[in-house]
């Protein structure tokens, strides 16, 4: 972990970007469509208050984790963790953690004025195990769950976070 650096993105990390999701298996080839929109909307500078960052090697620049947050649309400061990932042979690595605590130093640094909250959604399938177990390690709490989101037998589970006490 000692020799990774978070960073904003750049648009030269954007295939590595798109790596890491199909990696942990978070989208098939073919639902990629959706995904480059985002990544071009953000490099694109026409999503505002958006933000990917990287957690990279700090000799090599390769990225070894990435994520992308934005604020809740019609919400009240609350923000929204939309995609975080880690590739493989970083899982357990701590580079996850270090984006996680990056992103909550942004948000408290914009003040109560501009963020209060920050959620993530993710699967209820056992596939996702670590993914909640990383969040609730992180102080996130299981706020809500929706049956059948994703396909049947597969909830779409919330995780919520107060950014300051």
Do not use: C
């Not at 990774?4 to 990629?32: G, S, Y």
């Not at 270090?98 to 963020?115: K, Q, T």
């Not at 049956?147 to 919520?160: A, I, L």
Request: proline share 3%; glycine share 8%; no cysteine.
């Amino acid at each position: 972990m000692n020799n990774l650096n978070v960073r904003a993105a750049t648009l030269a990390d954007a295939d590595h970007i798109k790596q890491l999701a199909l990696d942990n298996h978070m989208f098939e080839p073919d639902e990629m469509g959706d995904f480059d929109e985002m990544l071009s909307g953000f490099f694109g500078g026409t999503l505002e208050d958006h933000h990917w960052v990287v957690a990279a090697h700090a000799t090599s620049g390769a990225v070894a984790a990435a994520a992308y947050y934005a604020p809740e649309p019609f919400a009240d400061r609350m923000w929204n963790l939309y995609f975080v990932a880690t590739a493989p042979e970083h899982h357990g690595s701590g580079a996850g953690t270090m984006l996680i605590e990056r992103i909550e130093e942004h948000l408290r640094h914009l003040g109560d004025e501009a963020a209060r909250t920050l959620i993530v959604d993710t699967s209820s399938v056992g596939d996702y195990d670590q993914a909640r177990a990383f969040y609730t390690r992180r102080g996130f709490v299981e706020e809500a769950r929706l049956r059948d989101f994703y396909g049947p037998g597969d909830d779409k589970v919330t995780f919520w976070k107060r950014l300051r006490d």
